[in-house]
């Protein structure tokens, strides 16, 4: 057969119409390209009549050489097409791509030879060029290659022919080079393109870290390559990624981050432009300087400060700069006798920093000008003198009748940088009279069995003119439990009434116009013992008046006992009698005790040594404050006694200008607070007296008040942990209750609470507070009641008759236990006090707080029993408590859904059904409230009438509606007709 047809096939193929561009992916890499050659191949023919190459153009009308064979009318053909030496460069694997077209025999007319449709691919390695040498049995088959389509004659007139395109592998190749053979054993084949190729993992930038062409093993594992960093930049963690064999980059790890003053931009760490600065190495961008700063050069890590501006060297490069503050503003002196307050306001310009702190340097000056020197060591300053974070501080100790000039310098962080003059602020002031120094000399003059005389010298630095002198003695064994206070107008002084045989300690302090002076150190003396004899008459004198004494003693331990118990407070003794009985001396019950009355003291400032510790001011550091009490700062701070570890504790102050009646009245409730100690009441330190400020100083509760707190905590409690709070308080109330004190003024804001959610109760002034407290918790009543309380929180007897008792604390605490379980809420929310005296008189209660478990709120309706003597001893709800928590089963009852229980937590049997199965019921229930009768008659007959009535029907009958619940509870009659009885 001619050829000639098949030419024309090749001539058609030029116009196959699915041929698509060559785009090779950018990891192949072309060993060899037939497309690329522009001229001839020059590849080897065997025998010449085989494979024929010839010219055409692709489907873009680019020339290409392509090859063809058709020899089907001959038999046994064996044609060979050997292309040229192909180096294999670094590559293990080879990829042969062919493109070609084949046609199907059955198309071809006349055949007769042995017409194939496949055709063979062989290859040989070498180390070099063979030249035109070629060896058939050396050649290896990859593979015999079959056509996907094969095209027919039809095909060639609709030119609509296809090309098959083939790829094979070979490898792995470990020779320098190689041929590849096409082998024809007889078919109609026109290859249009052959292609070499292998794959590699080209270059690239991951994470700042530059990964080198990589041409992967023949082996099926990934190989690691290590990376490395672009310029400017260094390894965090060594960067490293792993090539495939189909050469792909997989699993990036580690990083390069930027030097200071580069960024990551485009994949590379590019400079910082002008302006801007980076401080740290990493991939963050470069930051613009902060405020008051700049920088002129690429490349910078910090900006420089302008003038008059300054960085401290703790500051990070983020931080504007800053510069020295104002003097401090408006310096206020309060003189009290050698001592004195200074105040003042804070600077109008801080610098820019919050770290402003304060020194106070003292001069003691004269009158000539310019003449001053400074304080020599014995003043004092409290909390210090250097360092102040507060805007108060008080120096002790200072001479009398003496100038001092108190420079208050303002310093941050940048004043020591600063080139500019101290800013301080200036205040000169004169010490009053001081107070006399300590008696130093004391002289025992005369000793008996049950006397002492002594005398003293004057003190060496009187200051004054001395009014009296107060003489303070006790058993040494005593240990200062019990003591006894004479006072004297002279120097001398006779102690009677001793035990015989018996040492004493002692203490003088002289007293003028300023004040007391420090008491002198303790002096020891002993009365003679009891070893001689005295005569018959002597003895029967002194047996009277031991006998007398007795029954004296034993009358008035009969009366205190009497007279105690029906008023209540203790007798003092007679106040023309200079000697006072303190501590032992109380005539307590052995074995009980009980709580005492600061106020029934002669001296109420004795109670406070009595019942608190005297902490020495230098032992206390305050922090910062915290809040503002009725007589001045609250604060929080350290205490630090010594062989012991220090403790954050709260300080209340009293504020300067007080009177001795605040003073009092602000000691008096460390009076009441040092006479408890149990975990539920807040623990009294100790209080400052002799220095100023005058303090109290207690435990400090790190979650503050439990009302504010349960409000920032809405619903983020157990019911348990809620009942677990609520046990404490009762277990402290039961404390104070057994004690014999009423607190008066129980509510969640006076209750304190710690890390661990232990509740303490606190605030012991409602003494004061019911007299000055501008809370509108606590409200003015008219005459008939007196004073000021806390509505919401007090028993009806106790607004109505001021019958304050531990009944009345039992209603507090129901009001307690409803705003702990409705999280803080307001108790009888917006309505009025006037609102809720006249509905809690009428028999209103509090309806259960949201999801209350109905045995709580069972608890607080007990609690709010009208009769007192119906209400439950604290001892009781403890006991209560107590058995919910054992079984919390009983708390997932809830007063929402069921019936109100009857009295079962107090096995009472007076208790109401608050459930209504009728209009009847509903009104019996609603009872004290001046309705029932309003409603006979005029239709509202059913539970479906009244629940549509709107409030201007309830006016029209005469019926007011008291708070909003009320209102809520009327609705919820809508429910009884589809559910049944309803809770109230």
């Known amino acids: 057969m001619d050829c000639k047809p098949f030419i024309l096939f090749l001539f058609l193929c030029l116009f196959i119409r699915s041929a698509k561009l060559d785009i090779h992916p950018t990891n192949e890499v072309n060993l060899l390209d037939s497309k690329a050659s522009q001229g001839e191949l020059g590849w080897i023919s065997y025998p010449s009549h085989g494979w024929e190459e010839i010219s055409g153009v692709d489907e873009n009308y680019t020339p290409i050489r392509t090859f063809q064979v058709c020899n089907v009318m001959e038999y046994s053909q064996n044609n060979w097409l050997r292309t040229n030496w192909i180096p294999r460069n670094s590559a293990q694997k080879i990829y042969v791509e062919l493109k070609f077209t084949l046609r199907d025999c059955n198309s071809i007319p006349m055949v007769l030879g042995t017409c194939k449709e496949t055709f063979n691919l062989h290859y040989l390695e070498s180390d070099e060029d063979h030249g035109s040498k070629f060896r058939e049995h050396q050649f290896s088959k990859i593979d015999t290659i079959a056509a996907d389509e094969s095209f027919t004659q039809t095909d060639l007139g609709d ?61 099926q594992s990934l190989v690691e390559v290590r990376g490395s960093c672009v310029n400017n930049s260094q390894e965090e963690d060594p960067p490293k990624m792993y090539c495939s064999t189909d050469g792909e980059w997989l699993v990036p790890i580690g990083k390069c981050l930027c030097d200071i003053g580069f960024e990551e931009r485009e994949r590379a760490c590019q400079v910082c432009r002008p302006g801007f600065y980076k401080a740290s190495s990493g991939n963050l961008k470069c930051s613009k300087c902060p405020p008051h700063s700049y920088t002129h050069q690429e490349g910078s890590v910090h900006c420089s400060c302008e003038k008059n501006y300054f960085r401290h060297e703790g500051d990070p490069a983020s931080m504007a700069c800053t510069r020295p503050p104002s003097a401090p503003r408006n310096v206020i002196s309060v003189i009290n006798e050698t001592s004195v307050i200074l105040d003042w306001s804070w600077p109008e310009d801080s610098g820019g920093r919050r770290d402003v702190t304060f020194n106070v340097v003292c001069k003691r000056c004269w009158p000539e000008p310019r003449l001053c020197e400074p304080c020599r060591g014995t003043v004092r300053f409290l909390p210090r003198a250097a360092g102040l974070h507060n805007t108060t501080v008080t120096v002790a100790d200072l001479l009398a009748h003496t100038n001092y000039t108190f420079e208050i310098e303002s310093q941050n962080g940048v004043s020591l940088l600063a ?31 049950n006397s002492i005389s002594l005398s003293w010298l ?67 003396f002993e009365t003679s013992p009891d070893s001689f004899s005295i005569s018959s008459e002597s003895s029967q004198v002194i047996l009277i008046a031991i006998s007398s004494a007795v029954a004296i003693i034993l009358l008035s331990v009969v009366l205190y006992i009497v007279i105690s118990r029906l008023c209540g407070y203790r007798k003092s003794k007679h106040p023309d009698e200079k000697r006072l009985q303190y501590g032992n001396g109380q005539l307590r019950l052995p074995g009980i005790r009980t709580y005492i009355d600061p106020h029934t003291y002669e001296d109420p400032c004795q109670a406070v040594h009595e019942f608190a510790k005297e902490l020495d001011a230098s032992c206390i550091a305050i922090d910062k404050v915290v809040g503002a009490g009725e007589f001045g700062e609250v604060c929080s701070g350290r205490l630090k006694l010594p062989s012991k570890k220090e403790m954050c504790v709260a300080i209340k102050t009293l504020k300067t200008g007080y009177t001795e009646k605040q003073r009092r009245d602000f000691l008096s409730e460390a009076s009441i607070m040092g006479q408890f100690d149990h975990p539920n009441i807040i623990r009294l330190e100790g209080v400052v007296t002799r220095s100023k400020p005058v303090m109290i100083v207690t435990e400090y509760m790190e979650n503050g008040s439990l009302d504010s707190f349960l409000r920032k905590h809405d619903a983020q409690f157990t019911v348990i942990q809620l009942v677990g709070m609520l046990r404490g308080i009762a277990s402290g109330m039961k404390y104070l209750s057994d004690m014999g004190y009423v607190h008066r003024d129980l509510a969640a804001r006076n209750i304190l609470v710690n890390s661990n959610l232990v509740c303490k109760v606190s605030d012991f002034g409602l003494s004061r507070v019911l007299e000055d407290d501008p809370e509108a918790a606590y409200t003015t009543r008219v005459s008939k009641y007196g004073g000021k309380i806390p509505i919401r929180w007090t028993a009806p007897e106790a607004i109505a008759y001021r019958k304050f008792t531990s009944a009345s604390d039992a209603w507090s605490y129901g009001i307690v236990l409803w705003e702990v379980m409705s999280y803080g809420e307001r108790p009888y929310w917006e309505m009025s006090n006037q609102d809720v005296i006249k509905a809690v008189d009428e028999g209103y209660r509090l309806p259960p707080p949201m999801d209350c478990p109905a045995a709580l709120y069972q608890l607080m309706l007990d609690c709010w029993q009208k009769d007192r003597n119906n209400r439950p001893k604290f001892e009781q709800i403890v006991s209560i408590l107590d058995k919910l928590i054992r079984n919390p089963g009983s708390l997932k009852i809830t007063a929402n859904t069921t019936s109100r229980p009857a009295n079962l937590l107090l096995d009472r049997n007076n208790a109401a059904d608050v459930s209504f199965h009728t209009m009847g019921d509903w009104l019996d229930s609603a009872q004290t409230l001046p ?54």
């Open 159 to 219: 030119r609509i022919l296809k090309l098959n395109t083939e790829v094979r592998e070979v490898g792995p190749v470990t020779r320098k080079g190689f041929y590849l053979a096409f082998q024809d054993v007889g078919a109609c084949v026109a290859l249009v393109s052959v292609r070499v190729y292998f794959k590699k993992c080209p270059f690239t930038v991951r994470n700042l870290a530059m990964f080198p062409d990589t041409v992967p093993t023949d082996s």
């Open 419 to 449: 080139a500019a003059h101290r800013q301080y602020a200036a205040v000169t002031i004169t010490t009053n009279q001081a107070a006399p120094s300590p008696v130093t000399v004391i002289r025992k003059d005369k000793t008996s069995r």
């Open 458 to 524: 004057e003190p060496e630095r009187p200051n004054g003119i001395i009014l009296d002198y107060e003489v303070k003695y006790y058993e040494k064994q005593e240990q200062e439990t019990s003591y006894t206070i004479l006072r004297s107008k002279g120097t001398n002084v006779t102690l009677n009434g001793l035990k015989p045989d018996t040492i004493y300690l002692l203490q003088i302090r002289a007293r003028t116009a300023a004040g007391y002076g420090s008491s002198s150190r303790k002096f020891e």
């Open 931 to 984: 309705c029932k009768e309003a409603f006979s008659g005029v239709g509202y007959s059913s539970c479906d009438t009244l629940a549509k009535a709107s409030t201007e029907d309830f006016k029209k009958v005469g019926v007011t509606i008291v708070g909003p619940k009320i209102v809520s509870s009327i609705q919820a009659l809508e429910a009884h007709t589809k559910n049944g009885p309803v809770p109230v």
